[in-house]
């Protein structure tokens, strides 16, 4: 009991500011409670002609603000391009006593002393309009620095604040109310207005033994239509803060106009916690919601000082056939339709009528006969001990439901889902948003986004942002987006200890195929980090890049893709990226076809035909590329190489790639370059030596086999010897020779030789011995 007194205290505070003197004392923000009030700035004069409640040629059933009453559609709007109207309050004389924001009193529980409100800065009158927004808002996600903040950001995200304040704030009081039972409590289940500093809330809590959903004419109906008025034209003006609670809904059928109110500082909103919201209605008989500016009687086209919105906490939310415009401001949550999940999950349960919890009385009990040892209690489950484990996973905290048919225009985000469980957007269509198109945040599992057009937004077409896994996008088309047309990242949450504790595990298992990228203003895709995921069979058309894949991504497929008009590269690895497998891609009119830096990746297939311009690659390898496979590829184009190595660090296994078709520009001092390397020399001076040896030998055997024939028969020249007498020259007078058998030789006839005789030599003198 002592710890239910503040919610009580609180819960009371809140509700007895509905009526009398303590709704005029307690100050509202947001919640336009002066919709019903005679103050010029709070409603359309019913009585005024339709020219001047908008520009419309003509009051109708279901009417829309024509493309007169709104900028017209550019390819990048930005709310710089955005007419923007002057934040400066009405008078506080012609302002009714429940606008205030500072200085009010706070209703005590028991009705009497007011308690002083928190203070508040009061909002300051300004002669002009503040600066406008430059680029996108970009507040709560790195994917979101590319533009810039406008000066009113603190503003924005105290506004923000604010509203998550109000949404416990009410959530709080009102399970404190209904915790208390007995007939308060039953009494409580009807439409009522909670009151606090934070703003005014019209609260739809659960009916009473029914499942029936709320419409238009409940919220008419409290205080006599206060914060709902119809108007001649046939279209609702919202004057309220809606919140949807656990176990209600709240349905909206078509034709319906509905125009939230939306001034400086004060907004209507609808929100569900752990309801539902349903949006329906038909191709013929659409739902159109905008924001609606009373002043102007136009749709409100400034975000700065806060603007009306849809949110989806947890519970359920489908539309179809809708046609949406001009909501949101600052944040996702508050960006124009939301789908959020909640940690704090609806108690669906103690919105069951009586026979529902007997019976489910009846079958918790037939489980704990048929269980040994087995029961359970609240959210916690207990068995019998025994091999395995039990986990008992909660589902009531994710929100789940549908956008279909539907047409999306100038909101803050097109479409903002985060905590969500098979969330399906089929066929829709998304332009000029000022942030990104459909944006998937953290902890989107199983989602389907199908058949959608993303048009203009100032960011990103598609983003799925970390934590989002197996996630589809089949036949969608981003053009003319900011930045990105489509955003894949799979990083982890965190990189190592941190104060939340999250996991540091990658994600992946998302795709996107059959779709269209078409003159966005960055990448066509971008991959960033994660594992196992997936571009194929798409189209992209223009951009700085086609297909970039960074910060570590493994195991990413890009197969089948038709890549064009890119202005530096058509596929691009880098930084990281490990067991790439690109294949199958047609890419035509780049500078580079395939570029692959410090990653690697099997590079098979592919058809490249690069702009006919010099100093060009069809495939370039720079850095740490190894493992890198590049085989059977088709490059066309002219430069100074088909495929370029010269800059990896690597061996890169090259072969039986097609390059007949390419014409090489490059220099002779180029060419020679490419080869002029260490090892290639030193393999270029052995095989010379090996050939000048070879020459060298072969002319060796040349000139000896020359030699060989010049020689011939030594003997060739050579005659044979005529045998002739002994000649024995004897001096003069001397005896014949006899032979040596006796007698004398035999007497040939011998030509006579002239015989010269020299003349004697003087005698010498005698020296003793004989003498001659």
Request: glycine share 10%; proline share 7%; aromatic share 4%.
């Amino acid at each position: 009991m002592r710890r239910s007194l503040p919610a009580l205290l609180t819960a009371a505070a809140l509700t007895l500011g509905t009526g009398g003197a303590a709704a005029a004392a307690a100050p509202v923000r947001g919640g336009l409670a002066a919709a019903a009030e005679p103050t010029p700035v709070d409603l359309v004069d019913p009585a005024a002609p339709p020219s001047d409640r908008e520009n419309s040629p003509a009051p109708s059933p279901d009417p829309t603000p024509t493309e007169t009453s709104r900028p017209s559609p550019t390819p990048k709007r930005s709310p710089s391009s955005r007419p923007t109207r002057s934040s400066a309050r009405p008078p506080e004389a012609t302002r009714t006593p429940g606008t205030g924001t500072a200085g009010t009193a706070r209703p005590t529980p028991s009705g009497g002393q007011s308690l002083p409100a928190p203070t508040r800065e009061e909002p300051k009158e300004e002669e002009e309009p503040p600066p406008p927004l430059e680029k996108a808002v970009m507040a709560d996600d790195e994917t979101l620095k590319a533009g810039l903040i406008s000066a009113d950001a603190e503003a924005q995200a105290r506004l923000v604040d604010v509203e998550d304040q109000r949404i416990i704030q009410t959530r709080a009081a009102l399970t404190a109310l209904l915790q208390a039972g007995g007939i308060a409590a039953a009494q409580r289940k009807r439409p009522q207005v909670f009151v606090s500093a934070y703003g005014r809330t019209l609260v739809l809590p659960a009916r009473n033994d029914t499942t029936a959903p709320y419409t238009l004419r409940d919220i008419a109906a409290v205080e006599k239509g206060r914060y709902l008025r119809r108007m001649k034209d046939g279209s609702y003006l919202l004057g309220v803060q809606v919140f949807v609670a656990d176990g209600a809904s709240l349905q909206l059928r078509g034709p319906l106009t509905l125009r939230m109110g939306s001034l400086p500082g004060s907004f209507s909103s609808i929100i569900s916690f752990g309801g539902d919201i349903d949006i329906k209605g038909t191709a013929a008989k659409p739902v159109r919601i905008t924001s609606w500016d009373v002043r102007t009687r136009k749709p409100d086209l400034t975000t700065t000082d806060g603007r009306a919105y849809i949110r989806a906490v947890g519970g359920k939310f489908e539309m179809s056939y809708a046609e949406v415009s001009d909501l949101g401001f600052w944040s996702g949550r508050t960006g124009g339709i939301a789908l959020t999940g909640t940690e704090r999950p609806a108690s669906v349960y103690r919105h069951r009528t009586k026979t529902q919890r007997h019976q489910d009385k009846a079958e918790r009990l037939s489980k704990a006969g048929s269980q040994r040892g087995g029961s359970s209690f609240g959210d916690v489950e207990t068995i019998p001990i025994g091999p395995g484990t039990a986990t008992h996973v909660l589902a009531d905290d994710l929100v789940s439901g549908s956008i279909r048919h539907s047409v999306i225009t100038g909101n803050a985000y097109g479409l903002f889902v985060s905590g969500s469980n098979q969330t399906q957007i089929v066929d829709d269509e998304i332009r000029d948003s000022l942030a990104h198109g459909v944006f998937l945040h953290r902890f989107v599992n199983s989602a389907t986004v199908q058949s959608t057009k993303v048009i203009g937004s100032g960011g990103d077409g598609f983003v799925l942002s970390r934590a989002t896994e197996k996630v589809q996008i089949t036949d969608c088309l981003a053009e003319r987006n900011g930045r990105n047309g489509f955003t894949l990242n799979g990083q982890a949450l965190a990189q190592g200890p941190s104060a939340s504790g999250e996991s540091l595990a990658v994600y992946g298992d998302n795709s996107v195929n059959d779709s269209v990228a078409r003159d966005n203003g960055r990448y066509g895709v971008e991959v960033l980090g994660g594992s196992r995921l997936s571009v194929y069979t798409s189209e992209i058309t223009g951009g700085d890049m086609g297909i970039v894949v960074r910060e570590g991504a493994s195991e990413v497929q890009i197969s089948g893709n038709r890549l064009s008009g890119q202005a530096r590269q058509g596929i691009a690895l880098r930084d990281g990226a490990t067991a790439g497998h690109v294949a199958g891609n047609t890419i035509t009119d780049t500078l580079t076809g395939i570029y692959l830096r410090d990653s690697n990746a099997k590079v098979v297939g592919n058809k490249i035909t690069t702009l006919v311009k010099p100093r060009a690659h069809g495939i370039t390898m720079v850095g740490d590329v190894g493992a890198t496979e590049i085989t059977r590829n088709t490059v066309i184009g002219s430069g100074t190489s088909a495929i370029s190595v010269s800059r990896s660090a690597h061996r890169v296994n090259e072969h039986d790639n097609v390059e007949d078709a390419w014409h090489d520009t490059s220099t002779f001092w180029v060419k020679a370059k490419r080869y002029v390397k260490p090892m290639n020399l030193i393999w270029a001076a052995v095989i010379l030596l090996v050939i000048v040896s070879a020459l060298r030998s072969r002319q060796a055997g040349a000139d000896r086999r020359r030699r060989r024939s010049a020689i011939g028969d030594p003997y060739a020249r050579q005659r044979v010897l005529e045998e002739r007498p002994v000649l024995a020259l004897r001096p003069a007078g001397a005896a014949p020779a006899r032979s040596a058998y006796g007698g004398d030789r035999p007497r040939h006839r011998e030509p006579s030789l002239p015989i010269h005789h020299p003349a004697p030599a003087p005698a010498a003198p005698a020296t003793g011995g004989l003498t001659s």
